[in-house]
């Protein structure tokens, strides 16, 4: 096909197959958004008017009454606090801890290297349940009076900052292992040769490299973090100490009868994410693909 | 990819480097650390790992020694050993154990079926430079970012027999018409099913553009010289290059299979016709008996299944890396 000369390369002169492509693609990303839109439009009617006229119908007004219920009756504030409880120690801590493993398996030459490093990429993709029993009992046997209000590891934010933290790392270690391997030889070879010590050699030298794939593991962790259920669900057992995800679960429960109010919940719960994802798309993006790419 | 450090012999990783040859000592990294140092890095490494294998490795372990015995999680002398009494219970007289194996079969052949497919067919389209690829991406990769609880609400809302959009749109919200769409032991495992495949397929674009964005552009146009017409350059050119990619896809996949657990949690907690492994586990638990034996065999039945996936994987990438 040939284009007019001069014309900018990206824009293509219009051509049937590209409406074609495009009204496919808007046609598609409108059904795919239909679920969520839907769920908007619930939770910005009144439920008597839903009731009355049916869901499907012309709305006679939209407001926002139905999100500042849900916030305020359940509480919402709270949950999201308890989030912000795990999810903040649980994002640092998985990134202080898996670099530091990767650090000691890709900047030196230790026979258990490999092995190490197997056992946490493996450790990762364990699916959660086969664990979760015996991990269930250990929480309830660790007694911790005063640390945690529950006083055991059980029903308490330490308990699920630990395992998010001991299973995330698996994923985590893998990446910037991988990312620090990357980085030349000389530069950490020439400061030991100086007499630098190891921890600066972490701390002030290779951390600071790391920083664009520490950015987007910590978009990525905080979004997987927030959304988990699984955990929440099984280990904490007080509705008080839940975070916003598993609260959501009760708070179903308790509105049942009101599908607009759920919904506006619903999407209460996801806008943390949203606002993460499109603040910080490029990260989300390259954090997920950082570890498919090799492979 | 960058030179291996994880080689066995120091002396050959040092060897072909430039830099540290033209230097005295021709070592690797391990000969300039002092003591002290190495008392750091001995606690880098071990205090993670002990934290991983602990909460990880250790419960992994703990679910197959517990899965020989009974217990009821009260007191630990009430732990008998059963041998294979689990096993047999599970496979010859638990209703819904096969149902289960089913239920994660079916959800893996989907998954791969339908929304990897049409993932891949998303990420070629708009990997053609069109305009508002942004935008269409954000679309159909905003399920992917949401909660799966969040997804399993959302859904809910779609189903609902009174005031659900399908039911709305096909006039089936009316009694004596209504259809269940979650209620219906026949239809709820596809229902999900939908569900799943709608945040899947976002992710499988996601995966495989990034994979697309690896192709060399100058195969395409090779091909293209030769006058293959599209779908003959992706056949013979795109496709195959995406393989690293497609081993990640079908990993990804299987173990999300696997780990399918949330949507039906919140759908109707793996009742009649959704029964999933992960969901027997783990009504073991927080379910009325605490069958802790029990519970733990259904965990070393997804354990064994899980590591058939994950060790071949494993040894592939890591050879590949030791050789890169």
């Known amino acids: ?27 598609t990303a409108l059904a795919w958004l239909a679920p969520l839109l839907w769920a908007l439009l619930a939770a910005m009617r009144p439920y008597a008017e839903t009731s009355e006229k049916g869901y499907v119908s012309w709305p006679d007004k939209l407001t926002l009454d139905n999100f500042t219920n849900a916030f305020t009756q359940s509480d919402m504030t709270h949950y999201f606090v308890n989030t912000l409880i795990i999810a903040v120690p649980a994002v640092l801590l998985t990134l202080l801890l898996s670099s530091m493993v990767a650090f000691y398996v ?3 030459d230790f026979r258990v290297n490999l092995s190490l490093l197997l056992l946490f990429t493996a450790g990762n993709l364990l699916p959660q349940q086969v664990i979760i029993t015996p991990l269930y009992r250990l929480y309830l046997l660790i007694d911790l009076p005063g640390i945690t209000m529950s006083g055991k590891l059980y029903d308490s934010a330490l308990g699920l900052v630990l395992i998010h933290v001991a299973f995330q790392s698996g994923f985590c270690t893998f990446v910037l292992s991988n990312y620090m391997r990357s980085l030349p030889h000389e530069l950490t070879e020439a400061a030991l040769v100086d007499g630098a010590s190891v921890w600066r050699l972490y701390w002030q030298i290779v951390l600071p490299l790391c920083k664009p794939a520490m950015a987007a593991l910590a978009t990525l962790l905080s979004i997987w973090i927030y959304n988990d259920f699984f955990w929440a669900i099984v280990l904490i057992s007080t509705g008080e100490n839940m975070p916003i995800t598993s609260a959501l ?14 919904a506006a919940g619903a999407l209460l719960t996801a806008i943390p994410t949203l606002i993460v994802y499109f603040v910080l798309q490029r990260q989300f993006v390259s954090g997920l693909t950082l570890g498919a790419n090799k492979g | 990819m960058s030179t291996d450090t994880s080689t066995e012999n120091p002396e050959a990783a040092a060897e072909p480097s430039p830099g540290a040859a033209s230097r005295k000592r021709p070592t690797g990294h391990r000969r300039l650390l002092t003591r002290r140092d190495r008392i750091t890095l001995g606690l880098m490494a071990g205090l993670p790992t002990i934290l991983h294998i ?9 679910s197959i020694a517990l899965a020989f015995t009974s217990w009821n999680g009260i007191g630990f002398d009430s732990i008998q050993w059963v041998g294979l009494q689990n096993f047999r219970e599970l496979f010859t007289s638990n209703p819904q154990f096969w149902p289960a194996v089913e239920h994660n079969v ?29 935008v269409y991406q954000t679309a159909f990769f905003l399920p992917v970012v949401m909660s799966l609880a969040v997804i399993g609400f959302v859904w809910q809302l779609v189903y609902n027999p009174d005031t659900g959009l399908i039911n709305s749109v096909i006039g089936a919200n009316k009694p004596g018409h209504y259809i269940d769409w979650i209620g219906d032991p026949d239809l709820n495992l596809w229902a999900v099913l939908i569900a799943a495949s709608w945040r899947h397929a976002g992710y499988m674009m996601i995966l495989y553009l990034a994979g697309l964005k690896g192709v060399d552009p100058a195969l395409r146009e090779a091909s293209a010289l030769d006058g293959a017409n599209e ?17 990640v896809v079908l990993v990804v996949t299987i173990i999300e299979a696997l780990r399918a657990f949330d949507l039906v949690f919140v759908f109707n907690k793996g009742a009649q016709g959704t029964e999933l492994l992960s969901i027997l586990v783990t009504n073991n638990i927080i379910g009325e008996s605490s069958r802790i034996g029990y519970g733990s065999a ?20 890591f050879r590949k890396e030791r050789r890169a």
Do not use: C, E
């Not at chain 2, 079916?106 to 305009?131: E, H, M």
């Not at chain 2, 779908?231 to 081993?247: A, I």
């Open chain 2, 106 to 134: 079916v959800w893996f052949v989907v998954l791969i079926l339908l929304p990897t497919p049409f993932g891949l067919f998303l990420a070629v389209q708009l990997d053609k430079s069109i305009r508002f690829s942004r």
């Open chain 1, 1 to 27: 096909m040939s284009t007019v000369a001069g014309a900018p390369k990206q824009r293509t002169p219009i051509r049937p197959a590209r409406v074609l492509l495009h009204t496919f693609l808007v046609v």
């Open chain 1, 249 to 262: 679960n009760n708070l179903s429960g308790q509105y049942f009868t009101d599908p607009n109010l759920v």
């Open chain 2, 298 to 317: 259904i965990a070393v039945v997804l354990l064994v299944i899980s590591l058939a996936v994950i060790i071949p994987y494993l040894i592939a990438t």
């Open chain 2, 231 to 247: 779908w003959q350059t992706f056949k013979n050119v795109v496709f195959p290059t995406l393989r690293p990619t497609n081993t």
């Open chain 1, 106 to 108: 890709s900047r030196f």
């Open chain 2, 54 to 62: 602990a909460l990880v490795w250790l419960t992994a372990l703990a």
